[in-house]
């Protein structure tokens, strides 16, 4: 009998390796619940969440942005990154899955909310633009839409996290070198608004072009003129681990090509910790991050495409929060969640906070878990925290985080939830779909084997 009960607990263990700890497929949803009617009425290809996830680390591979000193040209560092990251896109119609040249993927959980996905390119509602900042004529606010992909490599770390969708691990956020993170900003902005937008890339989008609480969702265009590029790196250059960079589109270059009017703003590998405003105002140049002067002119912004950056003059796209640079905002990426940025009306003193350099998986405090520069993880991880897990705390927060991205609070329309959670419903029942599905099965196989050996077990006895 102690020979059937060791067999019984190895198939168990066994069982447990092979199904319980195996990561996807996985089931989320791919946009918004609020878009369903829309998107069956439209008559097109609906959005599809590229979640395939690598289960193994890819092999590092011959990075061509690698091969560039990012300190010495940072120009051309982000413009192999530009290649990079649009080969084969457009052959794929920007649908991460389906590109031949390498697969793209996005991270879940992103659907949930105020302005979650939309359905027909995966746009998350970004931050409202605010006047007079993408163009000197840009006299009204204006929405802009978001898209992120993760190639392979980070793309791993993604999975990882979300290895049981009920029950994700932020403390595998890892991102192995040569995860690439690339963000598409579109704005409602049209060329009247912002002239340099002209011939810009042009998606059909499920948006709601208004900026006040009373806006509606149609279909509309909205135009490319924003890409950020994270990088994972080894170079002993980038304190952090990570290097940031920016591009903006710039149609007054010629040729009809939006790729090649897309111009470089900025890299960045540091956060110059302890240089304050007043010492870049006062000459002391930054050191670990680099600015185009040919797009961004301090003495006089409306002269340069870009009408303002970062904290302290640390590199920030337009489409990003000024209270920040674009490498803080990211490395204050944890679980439970942080401030992103320095509280409103902090002293520079207490901003400076912001502006360590914290090495890769480096909590921002104690008691915090890093999230590895990765915003993404962070919504999805709060969103799947509030909708899935009712978490009313965390929705306090989420509420505030959206009010100052949006410029105001959504109204609530149903009593007993908070604003933002208002008519989501009930989470999807997964069912025995994805992860649930290879789980039962295993149940099955594990409960077949232990009937087998019980009765092999009582045909011995019995002929013994």
Same mark, same amino acid.
């Given at each position: ?11 168990? #263990? ?23 009617? $829309? ?5 097109? %290809? !609906? ?12 092999? $590092? ?32 119609? @920007? ?5 031949? +040249? /390498? ?23 970004? /931050? ?6 993408? *163009? *000197? ?31 994700? !691990? ?9 995860? +690439? %993170? ?20 042009? @998606? ?5 072009? *208004? ?35 920016? #591009? ?20 960045? @590998? ?11 105002? &006062? ?42 640079? %674009? ?26 906070? @912001? ?23 962070? #919504? ?9 897990? /009712?978490?009313? #705390? ?30 989501? &419903? ?39």
């Amino acid at each position: 009998m102690k020979k059937l009960l060791l067999v019984i607990c190895a198939v168990g #263990m066994l069982t447990h390796m092979a199904f319980g700890q195996k990561c996807g497929p996985y089931d989320f949803p791919s946009y918004s619940v609020y878009d369903t009617a $829309a998107a069956r009425s439209w008559g097109g %290809i !609906a959005f599809q969440l590229s979640s395939a996830y690598p289960t193994t680390a890819p092999a $590092a591979g011959n990075y061509a942005w690698e091969k560039v000193d990012f300190k010495k040209k940072p120009a051309e560092y982000l413009n192999a990154l530009l290649n990079y990251g649009w080969d084969g896109m457009e052959d794929a119609k @920007w649908k991460g899955q389906d590109n031949k +040249v /390498r697969a793209w993927y996005h991270a879940p959980w992103l659907h949930e909310g105020y302005g979650g996905r939309e359905f027909i390119h995966g746009l998350v509602m970004d /931050r409202t633009v605010e006047p007079n900042v993408l *163009s *000197s004529k840009q006299k009204d606010a204006v929405r802009s839409y978001s898209i992120t992909y993760y190639n392979a490599e980070a793309a791993f770390a993604l999975g990882q996290v979300w290895c049981d969708p009920k029950s994700p !691990a932020p403390a595998k956020a890892k991102f192995p070198v040569g995860s +690439v %993170i690339m963000k598409l900003y579109f704005t409602t902005a049209d060329t009247s608004l912002v002239p340099h937008l002209l011939g810009a890339m042009e @998606w059909e989008a499920y948006v709601e072009k *208004s900026v006040g609480m009373s806006g509606s969702k149609e279909s509309a265009p909205v135009r490319l003129a924003q890409i950020d590029f994270s990088v994972r790196t080894a170079s002993k250059d980038a304190s952090t681990g990570w290097v940031h960079g920016v #591009m903006m589109y710039d149609g007054r270059i010629s040729g009809d090509n939006p790729k090649t009017k897309f111009v470089p703003l900025g890299v960045q @590998w540091g956060n110059d910790p302890g240089l304050k405003p007043k010492d870049v105002e &006062g000459g002391k140049p930054l050191t670990e991050t680099w600015v185009n002067t040919k797009v961004w002119n301090q003495k006089d912004p409306s002269k340069g495409l870009v009408q303002k950056l970062g904290f302290g003059y640390r590199l920030q796209g337009p489409f990003g929060n000024p209270a920040g640079s %674009i490498l803080s905002i990211s490395q204050a990426s944890t679980w439970p969640i942080t401030s992103l940025v320095p509280p409103s009306g902090a002293s520079p003193d207490s901003s400076m906070n @912001w502006m360590r350099n914290l090495g890769s998986g480096q909590a921002f405090a104690a008691g915090l878990t890093s999230l590895d520069h990765s915003l993404e993880l962070r #919504m999805g991880l709060l969103n799947h925290a509030v909708y899935a897990k /009712r978490d009313t #705390m965390l929705a306090n927060k989420l509420n505030e985080e959206l009010s100052d991205m949006l410029g105001f609070t959504p109204v609530a329309r149903d009593a007993g939830l908070p604003d933002f959670m208002q008519d989501q &419903g009930e989470p999807a029942d997964e069912g025995l779909t994805g992860r649930n599905l290879v789980v039962f099965i295993g149940f099955v196989l594990l409960m077949v084997a232990l009937i087998a050996l019980l009765v092999w077990n009582f045909l011995r006895d019995k002929k013994d």
